[in-house]
C-alpha cells in the first residue's frame, strides 16, 4: 500500500510567542519548531499500517527550507521517503493554500491511502485535509481513532461529540485526519536517524498562482474572561442564583 | 443575507445552531436579513422550533440520502442551497460534524472558509472574525478573501443560546428543493455510516490511554 502522511511543521508547545512590528504574524526568528502534535500520531498510525499490510510511507510537507528538520524527523522514526513542496511564502500559509501547494504533486503519486492530523497547533484551521481530499478528488473521514484496511476499503472509527462514535466504510483510495493519542509514538533510533541521511527528500516548486483566503488583519493576547463574582443575599437566595449562573453562565448544568 | 446552516441529528436540533443564529443576528445588527436552513430527513419539527428565531425565513432541505450524515449528501445538497440563495455569508456551529463537510463545501464552491470563530465585528462594511491561534496563546481578527458568500463555522459556547433574538410571530419555512436526479449518481459513492454506539459508561471518553493522550484534541470549543 502506498501511503502518504502530510505532516507540518510548527512553534513548539513551550514557545512564547513574540509579534512582529504591524502586529500581523508572530516573529519568525524567536520561533523554535517541532513537528505538529496530531500529524506526529497520522505518522505513527502510516507506520502501522505499513508493518501490517506492506508498502511505503511517503513524507508530505509544504514549507519553506527549515521544515526539513520535521521531514528528517518522519524519514528517521520510518517514513522511506518524502516529498516536499519547498516555498518561503509557504511558512504562514493558510490550510486552503498549503492544500493547493502539495495537491498537484501527490496527485501524480496516486497514494492509496493518505493520513494527516486533525489539525495544527499553530493555525488550527482543521480544514487542511478535507481540502486536499477534494482536491484530489477523492473520500475523506475526520477525527479517526482506528483505521482497518480489508483489500480495496477501509473502515474506519470516527468520534462524534458526547462519548459517541461512528463506524464508516468507504473505498480505496481515501483521506483520514487523525485524532491525537490514538497510538503510542515511537521515537528516533540512532540507527534511525542514520538511515534518514540516506533517503529521498524530493524538493518540488509550489504552483503558481496560489492566493491565500484570509488576511489576518490583527494578532493580539486573548483578553482574560475569568473573574470571580460573590453571590450576596440569604442562603436560600444565593443557591437559587448560584444554580442560575451555572446553568445560564458557567453552562455547567 | 447571512444564512445560518443549523445542524440536527434523528429530529434533535443540536443546540449549538442557536449559537450560530445569535452570532448571525449579532454581525447583522438587523441591517441584513438572517435565514436558517436545515439538512436531513424528516426535519420538519426541528424547522418549526427554529421558526421561532427573528430571522427571515427557515429553509428545509428533506432527502432520503440525508438521513444519516455523509459529507458527500450534505455537500451536495448544501452547495445546491447556498448557489440559489447566493448569501454574503454562511455560518455553521463549529461542531466535529460541520468540520467533516465544510472545507470540503468551501473548496467545491471555491469560497474561503474561517473556523473557530469566537467574535465577529463588522468595520465599516467589512465583516471581521476573531478566531484563536497558536492554541489559544493569540487571538486573530481575520477577513476573509476573494469572493463572496463566505463561509464561518462558529466556536460552541462563544456565543450564547439563550441570546438568539426570538420573533414575534413563527418565520416563513419553506422546502428549498434537494435535485435528486443528480443526487442519485453522486450521494452513494463514499463514506456509509454502519453503526453507531455510546461508550461503556465505566470508560470516560477522555481517559487517557497513554501520557500523550492527556494533549487529545477536543476538536470543538475550548472555552465552555
Given at each position: 500500500?502506498?501511503?502518504a502522511?502530510?505532516?507540518k511543521?510548527v512553534p513548539?508547545r513551550e514557545?512564547?510567542?513574540r509579534?512582529?512590528?504591524?502586529k500581523?504574524?508572530v ?7 517541532e ?7 497520522a ?6 499500517l ?8 511517503v ?29 518561503d ?5 493558510d490550510?486552503?493554500t ?6 498537484p ?5 496516486k497514494?492509496d491511502?493518505i493520513?494527516?492530523?486533525?489539525q495544527?497547533?499553530d ?7 478535507p481540502v486536499l ?6 473520500p ?11 483489500g480495496?476499503?477501509l473502515?474506519?472509527k ?8 461512528q463506524?464508516?466504510?468507504m473505498?480505496?483510495p481515501?483521506?483520514l485526519t487523525i485524532?491525537?493519542?490514538i497510538?503510542?509514538l515511537?521515537y528516533?533510533?540512532l ?5 534518514a541521511?540516506?533517503k529521498?527528500i524530493a ?7 496560489l492566493?491565500?483566503?484570509?488576511t ?16 450576596g443575599g ?8 448560584l ?5 445560564e453562565?458557567?453552562?455547567v448544568? | 443575507?447571512?444564512?445560518v446552516?443549523a ?6 436540533l ?11 443576528q449579532?454581525?447583522?445588527g438587523?441591517g ?15 424547522a418549526g422550533?427554529l421558526?421561532?428565531?427573528?430571522v ?5 432541505v428533506?432527502?432520503?440520502a ?5 459529507p ?5 445538497a448544501l452547495q445546491?442551497?447556498i ?13 466535529y460534524q460541520?468540520r467533516?463537510?465544510s ?10 472558509l ?7 465585528k ?8 476573531a478566531?484563536?491561534?497558536?492554541q489559544g ?17 462558529i466556536?460552541?459556547?462563544?456565543f450564547?443560546a439563550d441570546q438568539?433574538?426570538k ?5 416563513p ?9 443528480q443526487?442519485?449518481r ?12 455510546p461508550?461503556a459508561?465505566a470508560?470516560?471518553?477522555q481517559?487517557?490511554?497513554?501520557s500523550?493522550?492527556?494533549t487529545?484534541h ?5 472555552s465552555?
Open positions: 500500500m502506498k501511503i502522511v502530510c505532516i511543521q513548539t514557545w512564547q510567542p509579534l512582529n512590528d504591524d500581523t504574524w516573529r519568525d526568528q524567536d520561533v523554535s519548531y513537528m505538529n502534535e496530531p500529524d506526529a500520531y505518522l505513527e498510525e502510516s507506520l502501522r505499513r508493518e501490517k499490510h506492506g508498502g511505503e510511507v513524507v508530505c510537507s509544504a514549507g519553506p527550507a527549515r521544515v526539513q528538520q520535521v521531514i528528517r524527523e518522519a524519514l528517521a522514526r520510518g517514513a522511506d521517503r518524502a516529498l516536499h513542496v519547498e516555498d511564502a509557504l511558512g504562514a500559509a490550510a486552503f498549503a492544500a493547493a501547494a502539495l495537491a504533486a501527490m496527485a501524480e503519486q497514494f491511502l493520513l494527516t492530523g486533525l495544527s497547533d493555525q488550527g484551521h482543521a480544514q487542511f485535509g481530499a477534494e482536491k484530489l478528488g477523492i475523506h473521514s475526520t477525527i479517526i481513532m482506528e483505521v482497518n484496511v480489508d480495496s476499503s473502515r474506519v470516527r468520534e462524534l461529540e458526547g462519548g459517541w462514535f463506524y464508516v466504510t473505498p480505496l481515501a483521506l485524532q491525537s493519542g497510538n503510542t515511537r528516533a533510533t540507527k534511525g536517524i542514520m538511515a541521511k540516506k529521498e524538493k518540488v516548486a509550489a504552483p503558481a498562482g492566493a491565500s483566503r484570509q489576518i488583519t490583527a494578532l493580539y493576547a486573548p483578553q482574560k474572561s475569568k473573574q470571580t463574582v460573590m453571590i440569604s442562603p436560600a437566595e444565593a443557591a437559587k442564583e444554580v442560575k449562573r451555572l446553568r453562565e458557567a453552562r448544568l | 443575507m447571512i444564512l446552516v445542524e440536527q441529528k434523528a429530529g434533535k443540536n443546540r449549538a445552531s442557536w449559537e450560530a443564529i445569535a452570532a448571525a449579532q454581525l447583522s438587523g441584513m436579513p438572517v435565514k436558517v436552513a436545515v439538512a436531513g430527513q424528516g426535519v420538519a419539527a426541528v422550533e421558526a421561532q428565531a427573528a427571515a425565513e427557515v429553509l428545509t428533506e432527502h432520503a440525508l438521513g444519516s450524515y455523509t458527500d449528501a450534505f455537500v451536495q445546491q442551497v448557489t440559489a440563495q447566493a448569501p454574503a455569508l454562511v455560518f455553521f456551529p463549529h461542531t460541520t467533516d463537510f472545507p470540503t463545501l468551501a473548496t467545491r464552491l471555491d469560497r474561503a474561517i473556523t473557530d470563530v469566537t467574535a465577529v463588522q468595520d465599516g462594511g467589512t465583516a471581521t472574525f478566531r484563536p491561534m497558536f496563546k493569540l487571538t486573530a481578527d481575520v477577513v476573509p478573501q476573494g469572493p463572496g458568500p463566505h463561509l464561518v463555522t466556536q460552541i459556547g462563544a450564547r438568539a433574538a420573533g414575534a410571530s413563527p418565520a419555512v419553506t422546502a428549498a428543493a434537494a435535485a435528486a436526479s443526487a442519485a453522486d450521494w452513494s459513492t463514499a463514506s456509509v455510516a454502519t453503526a453507531a454506539r461508550v459508561a470508560t470516560p471518553r481517559a487517557p490511554r497513554n500523550a493522550a492527556a487529545r477536543q476538536g470543538t470549543s475550548r465552555r
